[in-house]
């Protein structure tokens, strides 16, 4: 059953492209057709496209790793920073800080900088410093909270991306491109779609465009994020490499995506088991009541 239909993508405007003149030629397989100089999207074929990047997204979401949402663009910043975190997925919808993928340990470092502002108040370090001192730390905290805040949780490199608008979200595309990061982009006719992995024809431009499309992909990776909690409940012990494999190819994804998914759901049961061994570890080295009451006498 598709996501959605026909008339809320008209609704929403997701059919109005750009002018003729500003067309990208790449684009022409998703546009219907041309009226008072003006592109207008194939519906029917962003239907198609809609279901297969929220399938894909719903996969990731299952297997539990991160998708990190682009949109810097004005109509869209405000839309995305909501609906994004009702499913606690990182974003940026701020200016894209060069090297955020490419040179990831830097931005890390930049975000856990923000943590040791926090932990100088709470510890009392704050309060020893000047008051020039107190001001520029102040300010530091607020410009990375403001640029980076969004991407606290994200702790390793995300396993897709989507862009709002490609031309503009360029850097971020050829940075998640560089690295082998699938991208799962809103497409409008003066952009390129053959560098996207899961293109969606649309209107980029539009509010209403931006909010429904946003809106079907993070109900289906709340449906992913849901299904993997039901499966932690019902069966504690994970799928080897083979089964997950064998299930992803059935959803006709690209092989880096399959890849992905793959490795880092081995290497999320094995940070699941160390942190076992380490608290199994700490229980045999903590000393008993009986055994404290025993040296004390």
Same mark, same amino acid.
């Given at each position: 059953?598709?996501?959605?239909?026909?008339?809320?993508?008209?609704?929403?405007?997701?059919?109005?492209?750009?002018?003729?003149?500003?067309?990208?030629?790449?684009?022409?397989?998703?546009?219907?057709?041309?009226?008072?100089?003006?592109?207008?999207?194939?519906?029917?074929?962003?239907?198609?496209?809609?279901?297969?990047?929220?399938?894909?997204?719903?996969?990731?979401?299952?297997?539990?790793?991160?998708?990190?949402?682009?949109?810097?663009?004005?109509?869209?910043?405000?839309?995305?920073?909501?609906?994004?975190?009702?499913?606690?997925?990182?974003?940026?919808?701020?200016?894209?800080?060069?090297?955020?993928?490419?040179?990831?340990?830097?931005?890390?470092?930049?975000?856990?900088?923000?943590?040791?502002?926090?932990?100088?108040?709470?510890?009392?370090?704050?309060?020893?410093?000047?008051?020039?001192?107190?001001?520029?730390?102040?300010?530091?905290?607020?410009?990375?909270?403001?640029?980076?805040?969004?991407?606290?949780?994200?702790?390793?490199?995300?396993?897709?991306?989507?862009?709002?608008?490609?031309?503009?979200?360029?850097?971020?595309?050829?940075?998640?491109?560089?690295?082998?990061?699938?991208?799962?982009?809103?497409?409008?006719?003066?952009?390129?779609?053959?560098?996207?992995?899961?293109?969606?024809?649309?209107?980029?431009?539009?509010?209403?465009?931006?909010?429904?499309?946003?809106?079907?992909?993070?109900?289906?990776?709340?449906?992913?994020?849901?299904?993997?909690?039901?499966?932690?409940?019902?069966?504690?012990?994970?799928?080897?490499?083979?089964?997950?494999?064998? $299930?992803? *190819?059935?959803?006709?994804?690209?092989?880096?995506?399959?890849?992905?998914?793959? &490795? #880092? @759901?081995? !290497?999320? /049961?094995?940070?699941?088991? $160390?942190? *076992?061994?380490?608290?199994?570890?700490?229980?045999?080295?903590?000393?008993?009541? &009986? #055994? @404290?009451? !025993?040296? /004390?006498?």
């Amino acid at each position: 059953m598709p996501r959605t239909n026909f008339q809320q993508l008209l609704d929403a405007g997701v059919h109005f492209g750009h002018l003729k003149r500003k067309w990208n030629p790449a684009m022409a397989p998703y546009i219907f057709m041309e009226r008072n100089g003006i592109h207008i999207i194939d519906l029917e074929k962003t239907i198609t496209k809609i279901d297969e990047a929220a399938s894909a997204m719903k996969h990731i979401a299952r297997s539990g790793k991160k998708i990190l949402f682009v949109a810097t663009k004005k109509q869209a910043k405000e839309i995305v920073a909501e609906k994004v975190k009702k499913v606690n997925m990182p974003y940026v919808t701020e200016r894209w800080p060069g090297g955020m993928l490419t040179n990831f340990p830097t931005i890390r470092k930049a975000v856990k900088k923000m943590g040791s502002i926090d932990k100088m108040a709470v510890d009392g370090t704050f309060s020893n410093l000047s008051k020039r001192e107190k001001l520029q730390v102040t300010r530091q905290r607020a410009k990375l909270e403001k640029n980076l805040g969004s991407i606290v949780d994200l702790t390793r490199l995300p396993s897709a991306l989507f862009v709002v608008d490609v031309c503009k979200e360029h850097i971020a595309v050829r940075e998640a491109k560089r690295l082998g990061i699938p991208v799962f982009a809103m497409v409008d006719t003066n952009s390129d779609p053959s560098e996207i992995d899961f293109p969606i024809p649309a209107n980029d431009d539009a509010s209403k465009s931006i909010s429904l499309i946003v809106d079907i992909l993070c109900q289906a990776i709340d449906e992913g994020l849901n299904e993997r909690k039901l499966e932690k409940d019902k069966e504690p012990a994970g799928k080897d490499k083979g089964s997950i494999r064998k $299930e992803l *190819e059935t959803k006709y994804m690209p092989e880096s995506l399959i890849e992905a998914i793959v &490795e #880092e @759901e081995d !290497e999320v /049961e094995e940070e699941e088991q $160390e942190e *076992e061994a380490e608290e199994e570890e700490h229980n045999d080295s903590t000393p008993t009541h &009986e #055994e @404290e009451s !025993e040296e /004390e006498s």
